[in-house]
């Protein structure tokens, strides 16, 4: 029979929000963190200004261990926020416009929002988790829309479809689908198909699944979502949140991990996946305009044999660490617009693929001078029109070990291996330059 959506033990579900309290971002307007940011991080609208993120991540984790109900979520997170003066409707500064507008802080209906949202999300995000390993049991999934009342048109219209697990309709309509959405999925095996005389949908048919124009008026951008979903939902919770984990459960380990042992998975694909998610969540915040920086960190890959060897043979000890970390400060300061318009830039593709670039390089060098490892790509560019124009066939990423640099801002100076910057070159100029060496293959 169809498995039901409640009654499991929630464990994936509080890994993944206990992973979402390592990045809390206070923020101002709930468009300010878009979708998939929300897999990664823990954020309230309208908390920019105070200290109450701590106290609402704290009770929305109790609640979702099961420590506290709601009644007391509401009873003992309302006092505190009272106490920080978090509540009703004030006067405060929006960051972005530096205007003072009057805000709805605190109230009864926002922490209901809150505990909804957060803790459906997490269980939908742990359910995916559950749902992943029994794939090839019950290899389909069953869209139920509650009917209730306040139901949307298109989430009664969606009830009922039935679509494989990998089918490309649950990257964006997996519940839920948007504020207080309680709509679910089942799971079904091929033998619940013909007991309940069900059939598998036909996704070409399914009604109101077309993107439709929204403008964020944040900001003024205009972009596609999918019709029936409010925008900030418009991702797989559950996939999105498993691959946010993952990357940041990898990327400590990686931090932590002996950097001889880091080596032997310095070309692993796995580690480039892992990466891959938050990259694209990166690239998205650094081309939003005014860009919040210092936010975001993601580790990309780690040195190989031949890079410590290096390493070690110029300053006579190994690094501190083997693993290599981009940082939004960087990724904004490699595709910056004047770098862009002289064709000096890697290309948007290259820098959120780039695990999978450092994982299967062309070649590494070793600039003498600057004691630095440039990874070496044939160019993704198109060739510019303009035959006047030089075509820079390769991309380089410059990699510097042991270096003082801000990760989050707000911290102090960390020793670590980051990506310092990225572009692209005429081949000779990097094969042939005496400066460089090549140490890989």
């Avoid at 957060?118 to 988790?129: D, H, V």
């Avoid at 490892?373 to 035959?387: G, H, I, N, Q, R």
Wanted: glycine share 6%; net charge positive; hydrophobic share 35%.
């Amino acid at each position: 029979m169809p498995i039901e959506p409640f009654g499991l033990p929630p464990l994936e579900a509080i890994k993944l929000l206990k992973a979402k309290g390592f990045d809390k971002r206070p923020t101002f307007d709930w468009r300010d963190m878009w979708s998939k940011d929300h897999a990664a991080a823990f954020t309230v609208a309208k908390s920019s200004g105070f200290d109450i993120l701590d106290d609402v991540y704290k009770a929305v984790l109790e609640a979702q261990e099961g420590k506290i109900n709601y009644k007391t979520f509401v009873s003992q997170l309302s006092e505190t926020l009272q106490k920080k003066g978090w509540w009703g409707r004030q006067e405060v500064v929006d960051p972005l416009t530096g205007k003072t507008v009057k805000a709805q802080l605190g109230s009864s209906r926002r922490l209901d929002i809150i505990y909804n949202t957060n803790l459906r999300t997490a269980e939908a995000a742990g359910r995916w988790t559950q749902m992943e390993a029994l794939k090839k049991e019950r290899p389909y999934l069953r869209y139920v829309c509650m009917n209730l009342p306040n139901s949307r048109d298109e989430h009664k219209a969606w009830h009922g479809t039935i679509l494989p697990k990998d089918d490309p309709w649950w990257e964006t309509h997996y519940p839920p689908n948007g504020w207080n959405c309680k709509c679910t999925v089942y799971e079904l095996a091929e033998k619940d198909l013909k007991r309940y005389g069900w059939q598998v949908s036909d996704s070409a048919k399914i009604p109101y699944s077309e993107k439709v124009e929204w403008e964020d008026k944040r900001n003024g951008e205009i972009l596609e979502v999918s019709r029936g979903i409010d925008p900030a939902f418009d991702y797989n919770t559950g996939k999105v949140g498993i691959e946010v984990h993952s990357s940041k459960v990898l990327g400590h380990s990686l931090q932590n991990m002996n950097v001889e042992l880091a080596a032997q998975i310095a070309s692993a694909d796995f580690v480039a996946q892992a990466a891959r998610p938050a990259l694209e969540e990166m690239f998205r915040a650094i081309k939003k305009e005014n860009p919040e920086l210092g936010k975001r960190q993601v580790v990309v890959g780690a040195l190989n044999e031949a890079m410590l060897k290096q390493f070690e043979k110029a300053f006579g000890h190994a690094p501190s660490n083997g693993a290599i970390i981009l940082t939004d400060y960087r990724m904004a300061h490699l595709l910056r617009s004047d770098k862009v318009e002289r064709g000096a830039a890697i290309t948007p593709g290259e820098a959120v693929n780039l695990g999978t670039m450092l994982a299967h390089p062309e070649a590494i060098m070793w600039d003498k001078g600057k004691k630095n490892f440039l990874y070496v790509f044939p160019s993704t560019a198109e060739k510019p029109k303009d035959k006047m124009k030089v075509f820079r066939d390769k991309s380089k990423v410059v990699v510097e070990v042991d270096a003082k640099e801000v990760i989050i801002e707000g911290e102090k100076n960390k020793t670590i291996t980051v990506v310092k910057t990225a572009g692209t070159v005429i081949e000779n100029n990097i094969y042939k330059d005496k400066r460089y060496n090549q140490i890989w293959p």
